[in-house]
């Protein structure tokens, strides 16, 4: 998305309302007169829907520099720490977000106090640039707390106050909603309670909206790696928050919420053809949030039907299923009207599934109706620009053509990875060199292929680690000359819950013993 411009900084007027300087801080508790800085008037963008080739448009940005500790009102609370406070109002903003050039806390905290809600920033979530995103809370006003120790010196100044115009808690939102969105916890949905876990909000400190996918790796090593369109760009996704679990509680009713948040990202590779992007999120994900690590598949053949979960239009998780076969466009997935739920903007970049719940594409662009009228929508194909893809998504070449979704909680997994394609055959042994595994844990090696021999013949073998960067597996005889053959392996390895989890095939060829 094309970065907008941000309103001059003189746009704001300051009301002195009780201000203190620091320097003049009384030693009681801070009076409920906190100088408040009012936003001048913002203008309203469009009200319509928005196609998904576009990022929906949820806030605008406006430049506000000011220092909380030199600007803000001081006291102290009865412990005698220092309580310093300051307030932003917007007029007709439905919430308001904060951007802070630098936020430093010194062990203390910073409550950001909506009208119905507040966010807590505490020490262990500071950045290591000193940036921070406050997510909008509702209301035309924000009341900013500081608290920390009696010579606390926090650094706390904005650089940008976003006057939202969505309020993600109100039933406006949903009465606005295309009639045919299907919550992702309606009956649609049930199957899905595991794949939902994947998919984030996403919010641009430019004031634009989308949504993508926490993605699994060949390595199943955790990485936090996330998948959007290459339109959503804007080049500030070290910014981008990224909000998890913003669902109803119920089919159509109940609260969503919106506490489930990490910010921060790195840009790894995109391209406008086929429009996809690969980010890593940076701040780690907690555990708290179940999130859910999405499997993909990039043979590119033809899903016989498809499913889509986004937050279009910035409302809560939603689901669409196409039960036809999918159409190819150039670089594209093409689906010709929902046959449930719907696509609207602000999906863009959100994950299409094929049947076996793998990830096969992102959103690029489409209608915003229901039902097969609609226009196509399309998904850039996750099989194009696969040798980029691989350097994040299988980068150590092991071929495989899709795996599976894992949860976080089951993240990393011990797997055995055959890299020895070569072996020199003696009678006895055979060896493969791993750069993964337990050595507490068995691992089963099965003969997949080659020779006649019946697919998935499994040997039991254990590992033995040799060094600090591999592990050595030695497998007993194979039954039969094949010095100078070549059999197809894989391996399995055993998750912390003692399931089976396959690594990569890896066809090796038996050289005569030297």
Same mark, same amino acid.
């Given at each position: ?13 300051? !009301?002195?309302?009780?201000?203190v ?11 409920d ?18 196609? *998904?080739g576009?990022?929906?448009?949820y ?9 909380l500790?030199?600007e ?5 609370n ?9 307030? @932003? ?18 062990g ?9 809600e ?15 995103v406050?997510? *909008? ?14 010579h ?16 993600f ?12 969105? =299907?919550?992702?916890?309606?009956p ?14 996403i919010?641009?400190?430019?004031g ?13 090593d955790?990485?936090?790696? @996330?998948?959007t369109?290459d ?15 913003y669902e ?13 948040t ?19 999120i940076l ?5 708290e ?15 016989q ?14 689901i ?19 046959r449930?739920?719907?696509i ?6 959100s994950p299409?599934?094929?049947?076996n719940?793998r990830?096969?594409?992102?959103l ?7 039902? *097969? ?6 998904y850039?194909q996750?099989?194009?620009?696969w040798?980029q ?13 899709f ?7 089951d993240?990393?997994?011990?797997l055995?990875l ?5 072996v020199?055959?003696?009678?006895g ?15 089963? !090696?099965g003969? =997949? ?15 033995? =680690? ?11 005889t ?18 912390r ?6 690594s990569?095939?890896?066809? =090796? ?6």
């Open positions: 998305m094309k970065a907008p411009s941000l309103l001059g900084a003189a746009t704001f007027a300051t !009301l002195a309302l009780g201000f300087p620091h320097s003049q801080a009384s030693p009681t508790g801070p009076s007169l906190v100088p408040t800085h009012v936003l001048a008037y913002v203008e309203e963008p469009s009200s319509e829907p928005g196609d *998904p576009s990022p929906l448009r806030a605008t940005p406006v430049a506000v520099s000011l220092d500790w030199n803000g009102r001081h006291g102290r009865p412990d005698g720490d220092t309580v310093v406070r300051m307030r @932003f109002a917007s007029p007709g903003a439905r919430a308001l977000g904060l951007v802070f050039s630098e936020l430093a806390l010194d203390g905290e910073l409550r950001i106090q909506g009208e119905i507040e966010q807590v920033v505490r020490p262990e979530r500071e950045r290591p640039d000193g940036r921070f406050v997510a *909008p809370l509702v209301g035309e006003q924000l009341t900013l707390e500081y608290h920390g120790a009696r606390s010196r926090p650094r706390l100044v904005t650089e940008t106050v976003l006057h939202g115009w969505i309020d808690s109100s039933d406006e939102l949903w009465s606005r909603a295309n009639p045919c969105n =299907v919550d992702v916890r309606c649609l949905g049930d199957d899905w309670v595991v794949e939902k876990q994947s998919v984030a909000m919010l641009s400190t430019f634009a909206l989308c949504t993508g996918s926490l993605i699994n790796n060949a390595e199943y955790g990485r936090q790696l @996330f998948l369109a339109h959503c760009l804007d080049g500030n996704e070290a910014d981008w928050v990224f909000m998890f679990n109803r509680k119920f089919c159509r009713a109940g609260a969503s919420p919106r506490e489930f990490v910010q921060g990202a790195e840009l790894l590779g995109s391209a406008i053809i086929s429009d996809w992007a690969v980010l890593e701040e780690p994900i907690p555990e949030f179940d999130a859910h690590f999405a499997g993909w598949d990039h043979r590119g053949r033809h899903p039907q498809a499913y889509g979960i986004h937050h279009g239009g910035g409302k809560p998780k939603k669409a299923h196409e039960d036809e076969r999918l159409s190819q466009n150039a670089q594209m997935w093409e689906v010709s009207g929902f449930e739920g719907s609207e903007g602000g999906a863009s970049g299409l599934f094929d049947p719940r990830v096969v594409g992102q690029s662009s489409g209608g915003t109706g229901c039902g *097969p009228a609609t226009a196509k929508t399309r850039g996750m099989h194009r620009a040798d893809k691989r350097a994040w998504l299988d980068p150590h070449g092991q071929s495989v053509g795996i599976d979704g894992v949860d976080a909680s993240l990393p997994l011990a055995p055959l890299t020895d394609k070569r020199a055959y003696e009678e042994t055979m060896t493969f060199v791993s750069y993964k595994g337990m050595p507490d844990r068995p691992v089963l !090696l003969i =997949v292929g080659g020779l006649g021999i019946p697919s998935m013949d499994f040997v039991r073998v254990t590992l033995d =680690v040799t060094g600090p960067d591999g592990v050595w597996v030695f497998m007993p194979v039954p039969r000359t094949i010095a100078g053959q070549t059999l197809s392996f894989q391996a399995f390895g055993y998750d819950d003692g399931l089976l989890s396959a990569n095939v890896v066809d =090796v060829e038996f050289l005569p013993a030297q």
